[in-house]
């Protein structure tokens, strides 16, 4: 029973940590989006993809974000020295980014193409892509990083 409960809250604080990581995310995006293309108008669309360079950066915030929530609430340490479990932690957000990035991409071009109005905020594809994409690779994240990297 204790192992049940034990289980949940850490699903829970997964979640939590996740959330917290993805707002990070997508309000770096959100900043980076705008301001980037002031810059580098290729940003908008370099040779068919779409803010990649928002995209890293921003997946790189939430990342960083997300280990520090992962070693402090979510995940007991033990199982690699602290090096070793950065370093894993880094090359499975690495694959996870170029995950995302395919995912924000088919979403941004397939599927999200208008505003979505919820009357005190609205929208854009760019953030419904941004937020589709993160709630697909979370999902992976979590088993990956709850058995290579911790202690489960």
Request: proline content about 2%; glycine content about 6%; overall charge positive.
């Amino acid at each position: 029973m204790k192992q049940l409960l034990l289980k949940q809250k850490q699903v829970l604080f997964f979640i939590i940590a996740g959330g917290l990581s993805a707002i990070v995310e997508i309000g770096s995006f959100k900043l980076f989006s705008v301001n980037i293309p002031i810059f580098f108008s290729s940003e908008t669309n370099f040779h068919g993809i779409h803010f990649p360079l928002s995209n890293i950066f921003s997946t790189t915030c939430g990342i960083v974000f997300n280990y520090f929530l992962s070693i402090w609430f979510v995940f007991e340490r033990g199982k690699h020295s602290k090096k070793r479990e950065f370093a894993y932690f880094m090359v499975i957000s690495f694959f996870s980014t170029i995950l995302s990035l395919l995912f924000f991409q088919l979403f941004y071009n397939t599927i999200f193409r208008d505003n979505l109005d919820m009357i005190i905020y609205t929208f854009s594809p760019q953030i419904l892509s941004k937020i589709a994409a993160i709630g697909l690779v979370s999902i992976l994240n979590y088993s990956i990083k709850k058995n290579v990297i911790f202690n489960g």
